[in-house]
């Protein structure tokens, strides 16, 4: 499959503690990306990590990508009630983005 | 700047018709890609657009077809509407080809097919 793996596929956790977000994959990639989507709406570009690249911060996001095990981290730190969202991996190459399934996250308050 | 702009919002059509959408890039993009977004499918390429010329395909039935017009402004067309084809559309634009750099989505096309 070129398509990401995500998991888990939904995540519940309370306000303030930290959710973490999996993404496998099978194919060569040029970079690997994390985008939200709030509910069935557009997607948002959180970050984008190049694939000669281990570890990326934007804010309370951190993203961490293992090309020898092809596998990539996104790290929400204190989080809010307004992360809520569905979270995709996006795999990056000269021909097109192919995006994962996603993670449901629910941050309770 | 304004962002992607996709229109219309909501649409709901009766199978057998055909549906054009349309997508407006961000000012300066040349690339467009569509997106058919479902429950069960999750996110789905459906096809590039970059200058004008088709650079790259989905796996999808030749019912979906799409155009980007010298203002790099794109459209998709569904004929033979089923009502497999209810999703949600999205565009995405970017500067240079999609995949490299980030791509910027519109808030997506709504798409009902009874």
């Known amino acids: 499959s070129q398509q990401g793996e995500e998991d888990p596929q939904a995540l519940s956790i309370q306000e303030g503690e930290n959710a973490t977000m999996n993404c496998s994959y099978k194919?060569?990639?040029?970079?690997l990306q994390w985008y939200r989507q709030n509910s069935g709406r557009g997607l948002v570009h959180l970050i984008l990590i190049r694939s000669n690249e281990r570890e990326k911060h934007s804010g309370r996001l951190r993203v961490t990508l293992d090309t020898s095990k092809k596998s990539s981290s996104l790290l929400i730190t204190a989080s809010r009630a307004a992360d809520t969202a569905s979270y995709f991996c996006?795999?990056?190459?000269?021909?097109?983005?192919?995006f994962g399934q996603g993670t449901r996250l629910t941050i309770n308050p | 700047k304004a962002g992607v702009t996709q229109t219309p919002r909501y649409l709901i059509k009766t199978r057998g018709q055909q549906v054009t959408l349309s997508c407006s890039p961000i000012?300066?993009?040349?690339?467009v890609s569509w997106y058919q977004q479902t429950p069960g499918q999750g996110l789905q390429f459906l096809f590039e657009?970059?200058?004008?010329?088709?650079?790259n395909k989905g796996n999808f039935p030749g019912r979906f077809s799409g155009r980007q017009f010298s203002n790099s402004r794109s459209e998709m067309n569904v004929s033979t509407l089923e009502l497999g084809d209810s999703a949600l559309y999205l565009c995405?634009?970017?500067?240079?080809?999609?995949?490299?750099?980030?791509?910027?989505f519109g808030q997506g096309t709504r798409l009902t097919v009874v």
């Open positions: 995405a634009s970017r500067g240079q080809r999609i995949g490299s750099t980030e791509a910027f």
């Open positions: 000012s300066g993009h040349r690339s």
């Open positions: 194919t060569s990639i040029n970079n």
């Open positions: 996006a795999l990056g190459n000269d021909q097109k983005l192919v």
């Open positions: 657009y970059f200058s004008e010329t088709q650079r």
